[in-house]
């Protein structure tokens, strides 16, 4: 098994020091965050996995070398939240949401019309091209729901689909009541029976829109039901809640001990204080370019930082509130619009992110750990929320 030295790192974040963990032998950490940097490091990579990690003058000889010239480099950003199978677009409703439309929920029927009208070729080709373009902005590591389909078989072929790109794959049939649906009742009825029975094999994780204040979307008990089904079918939990109000959506996902509930905009005290009862448990995703495309306001970071809350940021990529995949973006508006500083930023888009998957193997540089790197055309990570819509980041491509 051939060995590779990436060497000439001006800056190596190894986020070593985020998960608990000891940072790495020759770490400068300054105070107050934790990023367990390395200044002139180097990182030995052999068969896809971190073997070694340390100042670049001590860095043992390998097959291949690997000179980045200075450049920082970043664990690879973990995308937890995202909706890549999808076809057409819904750029008039944008605009019009720019114009001064309110956002509701709504829309999400367009997209379903037109990913439904869409060969498996086509969806193919979307899917791949969404995820390269995540690649060449540091991305290494995507979730991607279904919830486009919102029939037996097309959210089957939605996620054996997403599975071809990512083992990182979530059910969504509970997205939003399909407009052929006047009866709620049956529709869950098919969700939480022969479409999950369909869909388990190619999912990992099932999710729900929990949202009472949207018409298509899902109650509490709805909501309850579907992810209860889904994990008696073995998945995984996740919640899409307090997007458009305070509603139940934490609420149950902390009751039901879901990874994370994603959005989080909209919280009361008791909120939070249930999300600090299960650090650990339950992360609160952030989705900043949400609000940034519906204008919205903003999920207080700070708040939940100072109270202890596990964070993590993603895109939630999609064709309606977020078509947008670059989570050097998202780290920009987590620093200049929700309180963060550009360390908890970095943390929260890598080992927040693997924390909301429940993985470790990603989202820090430490041995062991998969070799997901991400450098940039700069020479610190600050540059991230410095040098905002710049092609900073790019996946390193070491096969």
Request: hydrophobic share 45%; proline share 5%; with cysteine.
């Amino acid at each position: 098994m051939s060995a590779t030295v990436v060497t000439g790192i001006g800056e190596l974040v190894t986020c070593a020091g985020s998960d608990g963990q000891t940072p790495v032998l020759g770490a400068v950490v300054p105070a107050g965050d934790r990023l367990g940097i390395v200044v002139d490091a180097a990182v030995v990579v052999e068969g896809g996995l971190v073997a070694w990690v340390g100042p670049g003058r001590a860095a043992p000889e390998a097959d291949r070398r690997v000179d980045l010239n200075g450049r920082a480099v970043v664990p690879g950003f973990v995308d937890s939240h995202s909706h890549l199978v999808f076809a057409g677009d819904r750029a008039a409703e944008f605009s019009a949401r720019m114009a001064g439309a309110a956002y509701d929920g709504g829309g999400i029927g367009e997209s379903v019309d037109a990913t439904r009208a869409a060969s498996d070729g086509e969806l193919r080709g979307l899917l791949r091209k969404r995820v390269a373009e995540m690649r060449a902005l540091g991305t290494t590591t995507v979730e991607v729901k279904s919830g486009y389909g919102l029939t037996t078989t097309d959210e089957e072929r939605s996620l054996r689909l997403a599975r071809e790109v990512t083992e990182e794959t979530t059910f969504l049939g509970a997205h939003v009541v399909p407009p052929e649906f006047d009866d709620r009742t049956a529709y869950l009825d098919l969700v939480t029976g022969p479409m999950l029975t369909a869909c388990a094999p190619h999912a990992r994780w099932v999710d729900v829109f929990c949202e009472p204040t949207a018409p298509r979307a899902f109650t509490e008990d709805e909501a309850r039901r579907v992810l209860l089904a889904g994990r008696e079918a073995g998945l995984g939990l996740r919640v899409h809640g307090n997007q458009l109000s305070s509603g139940p959506g934490v609420r149950l996902a902390v009751e039901l001990g879901a990874a994370s509930v994603d959005h989080c905009t909209y919280l009361t005290d008791a909120d939070v204080a249930a999300l600090v009862a299960v650090a650990g448990t339950t992360v609160a995703t952030l989705l900043p370019g949400v609000e940034f495309s519906t204008r919205s306001p903003y999920p207080d970071a700070r708040r939940l930082l100072d109270a202890g809350v596990d964070v993590a940021l993603a895109t939630d990529c999609n064709p309606g509130t977020c078509n947008t995949a670059s989570m050097p973006f998202v780290l920009a508006l987590a620093v200049r619009e929700m309180g963060m500083t550009a360390a908890e930023a970095l943390v929260a888009a890598t080992v927040g992110g693997a924390r909301a998957l429940r993985r470790r193997d990603i989202g820090r540089v430490a041995v062991g750990s998969r070799a997901d790197l991400a450098v940039l055309e700069a020479p610190s990570h600050d540059h991230l929320a410095y040098r905002p819509g710049m092609p900073l980041a790019r996946a390193l491509d070491l096969s």
